[in-house]
């Protein structure tokens, strides 16, 4: 778990629970500017992208959908993660690139199905059940 992963779960749990605005903001904005820091990027980089008010409107302005849920995707995109949170939270909108739905599971992976011999079979192995609490 990376820090800037830290900083949007704490943000979402913030504005979930009725955070205050300033420590929605605090933790909003160190969770974008951690990558920015991990690639070496500059202050001047990072203020110029903060300063998009799409990214960030201001305290007091911070939305869960579009800022927090946005601004979380592009940051850990390549993280199993986003995907889990697209599961719970819709977001973002896909659409599937074969098929009528996108899936709701990983498959296993072969080495599960070849020394697991409580992994389902084929028939009951599939991608779009069983659907967890939130698919419901």
């Known amino acids: 778990m990376s820090y800037r992963e830290i900083k949007f779960i704490e943000v979402e749990c913030l504005s979930r629970t009725g955070g205050s605005?300033?420590?929605?903001?605090?933790?909003?904005?160190?969770?974008?500017?951690?990558?920015?820091?991990?690639?070496?990027?500059?202050?001047?980089?990072y203020n110029s992208y903060i300063g998009n008010a799409a990214v960030n409107p201001g305290v007091g302005s911070i939305a869960l959908d579009p800022h927090i849920y946005t601004q979380k995707y592009i940051e850990l995109f390549a993280q199993p993660e986003v995907y889990n949170d697209y599961r719970r939270t819709g977001f973002p909108n896909l659409t599937p690139t074969s098929g009528t739905q996108v899936p709701i599971r990983w498959n296993y992976s072969s080495n599960e199905l070849l020394f697991n011999t409580n992994t389902p079979?084929?028939?009951e192995a599939d991608l779009f059940k069983p659907k967890v609490d939130w698919d419901q």
């Not at 909003?28 to 202050?43: K, M, N």
């Open 21 to 45: 605005d300033a420590a929605i903001s605090t933790a909003y904005l160190a969770g974008i500017e951690a990558p920015f820091e991990e690639v070496d990027l500059t202050s001047t980089q």
């Open 121 to 123: 079979g084929p028939s």
